[in-house]
């Protein structure tokens, strides 16, 4: 489709069904499918683990959203990550971004590094660092931008280029920003991946992931390790994720609008040190935020002045925000990364990313920014 952003939000993948004309999509609770004679479906749908009309109306949703060809929905953001590793092969090497997602980084340090799939950390804000990263072998690299929980700004296009010289394809994990403020597809990235857990499910009710690409031959290879593998998402989950998706350019208008008056009104606080939003002139890589993101997003990071016990009390204090893991749906929440999402990198590893004890991630709703600024301002006292 050719139509704007905010029309393939609602429309893509989906028309009037052709039993009743429902609107929606019906959720196709099926595990399997009528053949009228041996070897012969309608369709292409011989069995719901290869395919479901629900989940086909929601990849190419997804596809279309991040201006791609081919989607594939996936039962969670691991999952969606795993299927593509498992289309390498043993010997293989990766480069990663060195603050990339906990959970990604266990996939590949405590699953398929054991399959002899290599890997390295990069800092991919400097090019000179990652330029040197590179092997021979290097298949595939994989990159957050924004980061988290320190919201490094990557330049995609930059990485882009470096990968293909080498051979390689380039990966996005686009959960932070979402196909609303950032397209990695348009600035040459070969495959997009998402935990649609977070800002494209959005009402914090659903865990999935999904891929997307415009290569026919990366789209097989994924499809293979789906149907193969096998970590689909269940119909209903394909359903609500539909409907999520209608609304994803308002409520990221409206995350992007509240997290910049926020960020502003805590910027300087006599209270904090530093407050990192992309969207503030002094984030170190705010110039290329603008070019590659029209929105900042929903997500900032603060840094309390008194460390670990102001941080501590803040997350114990603040009441119309609240304290969990996760982040992306309409409610805002505050998260300790240290001691919550991050617990798990070394304390070391942690003070080279800057994730200090004092550090806290908010995740900023769509409720009425007033109310926010008063918990906000309440909590710290
Ligand atoms: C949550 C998250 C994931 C993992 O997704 P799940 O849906 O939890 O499996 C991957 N990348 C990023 C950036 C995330 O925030």
Same mark, same amino acid.
Request: aromatic share 8%; glycine share 10%; net charge negative.
């Given at each position: ?11 893509? +993948? ?6 009743? +004309? ?9 595990? =399997? ?10 369709? +292409? ?6 395919? #479901? ?5 929601? *990849? ?21 990550? /795993?299927?593509?590793?498992? %289309? ?13 997602? +906990? @959970? ?15 890997? =390295? ?13 590179? =092997? ?11 980061? #988290? ?7 995609? &296009?930059?990485?882009?280029? &470096?990968?293909? $010289? ?22 040459? $990235?070969?495959?997009?991946?998402? %935990? ?5 499910? @959005? ?9 997307? =690409? ?12 789906? #149907? ?44 904090? !040190? ?20 029209? !929105?900042? !997003?929903?997500?900032? /990071?603060?840094?309390?002045?008194? @460390? ?22 309409? *409610? ?14 070394? &304390? ?5 990313? @800057?994730?200090?004890? /004092? ?7 769509? *409720? ?12 710290? !006292?």
């Amino acid at each position: 489709m050719n139509e704007h952003f905010e029309t393939r939000c609602v429309h893509a +993948g989906q028309s009037p069904d052709p039993t009743t +004309g429902s609107i929606m999509t019906p959720i196709y609770q099926t595990s =399997t499918y009528a053949q009228p004679s041996p070897g012969v479906f309608k369709d +292409g749908y011989d069995y719901a683990r290869s395919a #479901n009309p629900t989940r086909t109306a929601l *990849e190419a949703n997804l596809a279309s959203i991040e201006g791609g060809n081919h989607g594939l929905a996936f039962g969670s953001g691991c999952a969606a990550t /795993s299927a593509v590793l498992q %289309s390498l092969r043993s010997g293989d090497h990766v480069l990663l971004c060195d603050d990339v997602y +906990g @959970g990604t980084f266990r996939i590949y340090d405590k699953v398929f590094k054991q399959f002899g799939i290599d890997f =390295t950390l990069a800092d991919m804000t400097d090019d000179s660092a990652y330029a040197a990263a590179f =092997t021979p072998n290097t298949k595939m690299v994989w990159i957050e931008t924004p980061t #988290n929980p320190t919201l490094k700004i990557i330049d995609i &296009a930059a990485v882009a280029v &470096a990968t293909k $010289a080498h051979g390689a394809f380039l990966v996005v994990d686009n959960t932070f920003a979402t196909p609303a403020t950032q397209r990695p597809l348009e600035h040459g $990235a070969d495959v997009v991946c998402h %935990s649609v857990t977070k800002y494209i499910g @959005g009402h914090t009710d659903v865990v999935g992931g999904c891929l997307v =690409t415009n290569d026919q031959e990366l789209h097989e290879r994924f499809k293979f390790m789906q #149907n193969a593998v096998g970590g689909v998402p269940s119909p209903f989950d394909c359903f609500l994720l539909l409907r999520s998706t209608k609304t994803l350019h308002l409520r990221m208008e409206r995350h992007c609008q509240n997290a910049m008056v926020i960020a502003k009104h805590l910027q300087g606080h006599a209270k904090l !040190g530093r407050v990192i939003y992309p969207g503030l002139d002094d984030h170190p890589q705010h110039e290329l935020a603008k070019r590659q993101m029209p !929105g900042f !997003g929903g997500i900032i /990071s603060i840094e309390f002045k008194s @460390g670990l016990d102001g941080a501590k009390r803040f997350c114990e204090n603040i009441k119309v925000f609240t304290l969990a893991e996760s982040l992306g749906g309409v *409610e805002s929440l505050v998260n300790h990364p240290s001691i919550m999402t991050h617990a798990s990198v070394p &304390a070391d590893q942690r003070a080279v990313l @800057g994730i200090t004890d /004092s550090l806290v991630r908010l995740s900023v709703g769509i *409720e009425d920014v007033g109310d926010l600024i008063a918990d906000l301002d309440q909590a710290m !006292g």
